[in-house]
């Protein structure tokens, strides 16, 4: 053999050598699944989350699933993981914590992130957040995309009723009185636009919390075991809500649709409105008017629930792959990352320390309505969450609706609804 | 068909009901080309002068992977199509030219299914998928559809109404079964298969509940499900976006009927379905 | 013998996979329907008929039954009624009448999920476009789909505009079919246009009006795509319909035991549709 041959077989081999060495690095791949309940480019800011996270880590990959709704997220993962392929992390609502618990389905972080660091990370969120992520003393959810309700008012209108247009109202009294002097009557009589929109359409429970939480009671207890539904202040505040449309006529009658209302905010149909603070891009982009975003009215005292979704990581997934989701989802709530995805979608940063991030100080100096909602959060408590939340908050809901369209009365709505909820309830008592 | 002669008045009020009954079932769609080529604020108000915008089709476009839902679809017709072609004609076939034990019967439980379809047994047919190891492909879509009894039920009609003399002429020149079946049945019975192509590929290509049970993953959701997951958001119903996107998907089969409206009613003249 | 074997062969491929994905399914969700349903740790029990107590004592399933059958009462007889009036219309000379048949089946062809979107703005109240007309004539606004009173109409409304078309063509089919001679002999008898049509034409088209039947039942049970995306149930369960509470309860709350249990029912109810269709309604039909 000659040299040049000698030298050549040996460089070919040696190459081969490092590729397999190179070919060899395990690299872990994780499937995500996320679903989207706000609007924009959401899949293209999640994707490029999951590119750059995998060009940190090069030996991790993840693979984000886009899921649909809350409703379908959810859905799909069980499904997934009663085929015997669970994804290895999602994003799904915080209150399902308990219907995934009693699936078996997933696994506690503290479990998982037992490194000094990481547990550090798990106490770096707000307590509004946790509320719906522990039970149990284990965190079972990490927070990411969370919100609250906040009250959105048109400025506008506002001083065309001789309103004060950096005024809204403080309390359920003035936001009664306000919405009286909002609301515009044509000639015979019908509504042209109304002073106030509560909607009650697909999930009623969550705005109805804003009002049972003003009214100082809560709607179960932290095990997910009982429920308060026939609590007099509950009924209380549910017959606040019904006078709204009923007595003092402010309010459409009938369910409002979640999905249109901030439409018919946009269309003047409505002065001001209940909504989710993940609106607020949408809002900032379409309302041709100035607009303010405030805390929601003090009943005896301020109060919303929070609402969104968490990180949950699932059991049948190897453990290698479980601790490649801890470490991403590590990354994704950084103060950075929490303030970059604050800001693009109008969640609420969910670490104190993201907000003081120079990206966020700035974006608030320039919209202070993005700091309404996080302050709001000292008001805050837990979503509505059980076990079998599901049938739950549908009976709950069911009684809501049948509140509002004068079916029933605030009593009898809630009445009914305890006693479904009772008897759906009582067996995890034991 | 020549009607008896009717007066003019009443031909005149005819025409326009006819015209206003017309205009009424075409609002919507022209709802949704009004809006999705309308910037935003024109979604619920109709002015005139109103500029024009392609954005709407661009954001649709960009919020959800179309190009994979509608390969998927294409996909998932086509695969139902072939299976549903194939399999029917030969039981059509069996029960139109056989008399084997238990024909009758066996008839009979093909019709149960015209009556319950796979889309009131999602329950059990998700289990069924589930331990065939198919839950998320395109396949679990469409696996129970494949034995249309409907299809069977329409080409066995058919298939009775072929002379007897053309089979046997076909088995004295030594053609077989399956012979026969091709060279003789399937040519005569093409209005009926072109009609039934017509409904199944429009039938499956709108079904929604069963595939939405059924898919998980971008790699195997049709374009039904796909239009669900991205219209229905917490942050509130964008018409402007949802039309773009309900024409970009609808768009295959408008157009696809526009061309071949007068084949399409032909067919269904010739398929002799009544 | 030869012959049974190459017809069951034949027959097979399709019989294997009805039995898998229709009949087993069926007998597979009585079965079910008698247990309680598995969850993690817990295997499903024997509760015989149990999950059809709680059915009984559900006033949901009432609701939702009640509402299907309005539904079917409401969406079945005037489809029909309007594919017909439609197949008349395109094939009688019309000033237009291509364009009037496109219009007819464009429903047919987008997808209900889509358009339910659509009908969405149609019902919103204050701007939405019925709101618009009916302002026009001073009307005041309603809440079309948060009423429990007009919810579940709003929904009729919408399927029998999806349903009609398709049914037209079937009609037209069928009365493109029927010999001119007929039409021209009642003509030169003096007959007029109702009595020819309710003596001559109706009873030609029986068949197909039984098979249109038989599709708008199983339609008026199959279909709750608008639900999902226009009142999900609501106000209150006045638009809950069948497959869709099934639906709710199988896949959000995971009760499959008791979705067998709605299961079944809704299969009885199809089951008896289709023995009445066969015993009574078949002696009637006129066949050529």
Request: proline fraction near 6%; include cysteine.
């Amino acid at each position: 053999m000659t040299f040049a041959r000698a030298a050549a077989t040996t460089l070919a081999l040696g190459l081969a050598l490092l590729a397999g060495i190179a070919l060899a690095q395990p690299t872990t791949e994780i499937t995500f699944y996320y679903p989207i309940a706000v609007g924009g480019p959401i899949t293209r800011i999640v994707d490029g989350y999951a590119e750059q996270f995998s060009k940190e880590h090069p030996s991790i990959r993840v693979k984000p699933v886009y899921t649909g709704t809350y409703q379908e997220s959810i859905v799909k993962a069980l499904t997934a993981y009663r085929s015997g392929e669970p994804p290895t992390t999602a994003i799904l609502l915080s209150t399902d914590m308990f219907t995934l618990i009693d699936e078996d389905a997933i696994v506690p972080w503290d479990e998982l992130a037992k490194a000094a660091d990481e547990a550090a990370w798990m106490k770096a969120f707000f307590p509004a957040f946790m509320k719906n992520s522990q039970t149990g003393g284990k965190t079972w959810g990490i927070p990411f995309q969370r919100s609250t309700i906040v009250l959105y008012w048109n400025k506008e209108i506002f001083k065309e009723a001789g309103l004060d247009p950096n005024k809204p109202p403080a309390t359920w009294a003035e936001q009664v009185e306000l919405a009286k002097k909002l609301t515009k009557r044509d000639a015979s009589g019908n509504v042209t636009r109304w002073g106030v929109q509560v909607p009650s359409s697909g999930f009623p429970y969550w705005l109805f919390q804003g009002f049972t939480t003003q009214n100082d009671v809560l709607l179960m207890n932290e095990a997910g075991t009982q429920t308060h539904f026939d609590d007099p202040k509950v009924i209380e505040a549910l017959q606040y809500w019904v006078d709204l449309s009923a007595r003092h006529k402010v309010m459409a009658p009938g369910v409002i649709e979640w999905g249109t209302t901030p439409k018919d905010f946009f269309e003047k149909k409505t002065a001001m409105m209940w909504t989710t603070t993940g609106n607020l891009t949408n809002v900032r982009n379409n309302a041709r008017f100035e607009f303010g975003v405030a805390m929601l009215p003090a009943g005896r005292h301020r109060g919303s629930p929070t609402g969104g979704g968490n990180f949950y990581v699932f059991k049948k997934a190897p453990a290698a792959q479980q601790q490649a989701a801890v470490k991403f989802a590590k990354w994704m709530t950084s103060p950075e990352r929490a303030a970059q995805w604050g800001i693009d979608t109008g969640y609420v940063a969910v670490r104190p320390d993201a907000w003081q991030t120079a990206a966020m100080k700035k974006y608030v100096a320039d919209f202070p309505a993005a700091a309404v909602a996080r302050d709001q959060l000292q008001y805050a408590v837990a979503e509505l969450s059980t076990h079998e939340n599901q049938r739950v908050t549908k009976a709950l809901n069911d009684g809501l609706q049948a509140a509002l369209t004068g079916a029933k009365s605030p009593a009898q709505a809630m009445k009914d609804a305890q006693a479904e909820a009772e008897r759906i309830l009582r067996p995890y008592r034991r | 068909m020549r009607h008896p002669v009717s007066t003019p008045p009443g031909r005149l009020v005819e025409t326009l009901a006819a015209w206003l009954l017309g205009a009424l079932w075409l609002l919507p769609l022209a709802y949704a080309v009004w809006t999705a080529f309308h910037p935003r604020e024109f979604s619920a108000r109709f002015v005139p002068t109103a500029p024009l915008t392609l954005l709407n089709f661009v954001e649709a476009w960009n919020a959800a992977p179309f190009a994979r839902y509608l390969v998927n679809t294409v996909a998932l017709v086509t695969i139902i199509l072939v299976a549903q072609l194939l399999l029917c004609t030969l039981a059509a076939y069996a029960f139109a030219r056989y008399e084997f034990v238990g024909r009758d019967l066996a008839f009979l439980l093909v019709l149960v299914q015209l009556m319950i379809m796979p889309d009131v047994l999602i329950v059990e047919n998700y289990r069924m998928m589930n331990r065939l190891g198919l839950v998320d492909t395109i396949v679990a879509i469409g696996l129970p559809y494949m034995a249309s009894a409907f299809g069977i039920f329409l080409l066995r009609q058919t298939f009775k109404t072929v002379p007897k003399e053309l089979d046997e002429a076909a088995r004295v020149e030594g053609a077989g079964a399956l012979q026969t079946l091709w060279k003789v049945y399937v040519p005569l019975a093409r209005p009926v298969y072109i009609a039934y192509a017509l409904v199944s590929v429009s039938y499956h290509w709108n079904n929604f509940l069963w595939p939405l049970i059924v898919t998980n993953s971008v790699t195997s959701r049709p374009l039904t499900v796909g239009l669900q997951v991205f219209s229905s958001t917490d942050q509130g119903v964008d018409w402007s976006i949802i039309t773009a996107a309900t024409l970009l998907t609808s768009a295959p089969l408008l157009g696809a009927f526009l061309l071949f409206q007068r084949q399409f009613v032909q067919s269904f003249m010739r398929a002799g379905i009544r | 013998m030869n012959r049974n074997l190459t017809g069951w062969l034949l027959l097979l491929p399709a019989a294997l996979l009805l039995v898998t994905f229709t009949h087993y399914p069926a007998l597979g969700t009585l079965y079910h329907s008698l247990f309680s349903t598995p969850k993690a740790g817990r295997a499903a029990v024997w509760v015989g008929l149990d999950n059809y107590q709680a059915m009984a004592a559900d006033p949901v399933f009432w609701q939702s039954l009640k509402n299907n059958l309005l539904f079917a009462l409401g969406t079945i007889p005037t489809s029909i009624a309007l594919a017909l009036a439609m197949a008349l219309l395109v094939n009688g000379k019309l000033r237009g009448r291509a364009f009037l048949r496109l219009s007819y089946f464009t429903p047919t062809i987008l997808p209900m999920i889509a358009v339910a979107n659509i009908w969405l703005f149609f019902f919103t109240p204050g701007y939405g476009l019925l709101e618009q007309v009916t302002g026009l004539f001073g009307l005041p606004t309603h809440n079309w789909l948060g009423s429990r009173d007009t919810a579940l109409a709003c929904l009729i409304a919408v399927t029998i505009w999806k349903e009609a078309g398709f049914f037209m063509i079937f009609y037209l089919a069928a009365l493109q079919s029927i010999a001119p001679v007929l039409g021209e002999a009642a003509s030169l008898e003096g007959a007029g246009r109702w009595y020819f049509f309710r003596r001559v034409t109706f009873p030609l088209l029986m068949p197909t009006t039984l098979f249109v039947l038989v599709n708008a039942v199983i339609n008026s049970f199959r279909l709750v795509d608008h639900i999902v995306v226009m009142t999900r149930g609501g106000p209150d369960n006045a638009s809950q319909l069948l497959l869709y509470y099934i639906y709710d309860v199988g896949f959000k709350f995971w009760d499959t035991a008791y979705a067998a249990a709605l299961t079944m029912v809704l299969l009885v109810i199809l089951a008896a549709f289709a023995l009445g269709q066969f015993v009574l309604l078949d002696r009637r039909v006129h066949y050529r």
